[in-house]
């Protein structure tokens, strides 16, 4: 496929739907799930939907499958969410709308991810799904943007729905890596520090506690930890993640104090981590809790809305990296610091390569965008993988 009349094919169609929906996670994603179920059951797909109710807005995820029901059959994932773009600074397209330009596709969500549940839906629609050996299962979830929050409940729920269907043991997550192949990568731990002192008329500091002043002595405390982690170099885990492979606590936002003439009572100090996914998720917020203790505050120190979303342990899986690399040209397999649902997937023992169209450089940013290259090339490569691993 070319980009000659591009906006008059079905492929285009379906992108530009795709991307006009807002499903930015706080938000009902429902209207976008629809037309995506809707285009699976005109495929040929047995659809069913996830629903879940999150502070009134319904979220819907869509699991949907084709072929036998035997083992050895393949799963393709993506998340229907986004980030948000509203108030973005630096926004020069409209982000609802699929925009070509200067062999770019721009649009919120074209890198990250809609676009590659676009190719999956244009791959399979030029399939016979009659010929199908095996079984191909598409997962398209909800509020991964906020912690693969829709792949987790899947988890006790992914064999009920999919009733007689073996669950695949093998997974191709699409997020962006520029066609290169990733069968590890970090988690996330997210968490806040929280200081409470004791107010009072600014005037009289000696009357109160001021909450940002121990700021100070736990700021020192992080740089010095991250400090030390960086001279503990592991080889196993430079190996695995050489772009960086050492643990690190990110200062993330700091709130604290409500006047300039009032001393602050309460301050709130939010941190994340990249965690390695060998390693247990909450060790490092551990071991900085027990190093606070030791510090001499006068103000009370607590801990709260500790987070984690688990990362990938390598994954081995001979037929599906080896369809891989063929289809690429990549002789290797790499590991990235971001998370996707692969972590959670993986749990039910499933083996998930994380492989897509786009550069994560752009994902979250303004003017979010895929190389038309990419999304020409998407939908074949699909194809083809799916030619060699079921049919």
């Not at 929280?194 to 009357?207: E, M, T, V, Y």
């Not at 002043?213 to 050489?242: M, R, W």
């Not at 940013?365 to 999304?375: A, G, I, S, T, V």
Request: include cysteine.
């Amino acid at each position: 496929m070319d980009k000659t009349n591009l906006k008059s094919t079905f492929l285009w169609d379906i992108a530009e739907k795709i991307i006009s929906y807002d499903t930015v996670s706080f938000k009902s994603n429902s209207a976008c799930s629809n037309m995506i179920a809707n285009l699976l059951e005109d495929i040929g797909f047995t659809v069913k939907i996830e629903q879940f109710d999150d502070n009134g807005h319904m979220k819907e995820q869509v699991i949907a499958w084709a072929g036998p029901p035997v083992e050895d059959g393949i799963i393709l994932s993506g998340h229907i969410d986004t980030v948000p773009f509203e108030n973005q600074p630096g926004w020069t397209k409209n982000a609802l709308e699929l925009t070509l330009e200067e062999d770019k596709i721009f649009g919120r969500g074209s890198c990250d991810m809609k676009l590659f549940i676009v190719h999956c839906i244009q791959a399979l629609k030029e399939l016979d799904l009659n010929k199908l050996k095996k079984p191909i299962v598409c997962i398209f979830t909800a509020d991964e943007e906020v912690g693969c929050l829709g792949a987790k409940r899947l988890l006790t729920k992914l064999e009920t729905i999919l009733d007689n269907m073996p669950i695949p043991k093998r997974a191709l997550i699409g997020e962006p890596t520029n066609f290169n192949i990733i069968n590890t990568h970090k988690g996330i731990v997210h968490f806040d520090i929280n200081i409470a002192g004791k107010g009072g008329h600014s005037s009289r500091p000696d009357l109160g506690v001021n909450a940002i002043s121990p700021l100070g002595e736990i700021i020192s405390l992080i740089e010095a930890t991250n400090f030390e982690y960086q001279q503990k170099l592991d080889p196993v885990l430079k190996k695995l993640f050489p772009d960086f492979p050492y643990n690190y606590l990110h200062m993330a936002q700091v709130d604290g104090g409500i006047a300039v003439n009032m001393i602050p009572e309460q301050c709130r100090l939010t941190i994340s981590y990249r965690c390695f996914p060998t390693d247990p998720p909450y060790k490092l917020l551990n071991d900085l809790k027990f190093e606070i203790q030791k510090l001499n505050c006068s103000s009370q120190i607590s801990f709260g809305n500790e987070f984690s979303t688990p990362g990938l342990a390598t994954s081995l899986d001979p037929t599906l990296e080896k369809a891989l690399k063929d289809l690429t040209g990549n002789s290797s397999t790499e590991s990235v610091s971001f998370a996707t649902d692969a972590g959670y997937l993986s749990s039910l023992g499933i083996q998930c390569y994380v492989c897509g169209p786009g550069e994560i450089k752009m994902a979250h940013q303004p003017d979010e965008y895929m190389p038309l290259e990419h999304f020409l090339k998407g939908p074949l490569f699909l194809k083809k993988l799916l030619l060699d691993l079921v049919f």
